[in-house]
């Protein structure tokens, strides 16, 4: 798994949030289950956008702070990119947590394959929102990062540098 180190670009939600997003669903009308083939597609469509939209706006939302805190946007601009990225990913998710529904409405035996695949998909997705939130950290909260690591007898160096992402060491 490569990480893109450019500063200006907005990650965008991908593969690893599909599985996630196809087997969320959100109850609507309160009935503790889908009824119909059609109540549980659209459920799984409204429940995976949501899946979509949260982690799009989580991994816009850190890598667009660290663009503020250096001055390169103000907070107006933020928001706007925040809400152009989410609205753009949520027609995405709509379209992936759709189909995947139909899938697992005919095959539902596929559910179990897709929640591991699904465990592997949260694990990128982790690991990107932890280098979206590492760079927007400024070079002093990186050093105090450092050394309360280091002070709880954890190497973070070590750590980072495993996902290619160390930059500074304490």
């Known amino acids: 798994m490569t990480r ?3 500063p200006y670009r ?3 939600a991908g593969w690893e949030i599909a599985p996630a997003a196809g087997l969320a669903s959100i109850d609507l009308n309160g009935n503790q289950g889908a009824l119909t083939g059609t109540e549980f597609i659209g459920e799984s469509t409204v429940g995976g956008m949501l899946v979509y939209a949260i982690y799009q706006a989580l991994l816009t939302g850190l890598r667009t ?3 503020r805190k250096r001055g390169d946007i103000n907070r107006a601009t ?3 990119v925040i809400a152009e990225s989410v609205w753009a990913t949520t027609k995405q998710g709509a379209a992936v947590s ?3 529904s139909v899938v697992l409405l005919v095959f539902p ?3 179990f394959p897709l929640t591991l695949v699904g465990l592997v998909g949260m694990g990128k997705a982790s690991l990107d929102l932890v280098h979206a939130f590492w760079d ?3 070079d002093e909260q990186r050093r105090d990062l450092h050394r309360a690591a280091f002070d709880a007898g954890v190497n973070l160096s070590q750590l980072l ?3 290619g992402s160390a930059s500074l060491s304490a």
């Open 4 to 6: 893109e180190r450019d």
């Open 161 to 163: 540098s495993r996902s």
């Open 109 to 111: 035996w596929l559910g």
């Open 10 to 12: 907005i990650p965008r």
């Open 78 to 80: 933020q928001i706007q």
């Open 65 to 67: 702070e660290a663009m």
């Open 98 to 100: 759709a189909v995947l």
């Open 136 to 138: 927007g950290l400024s």
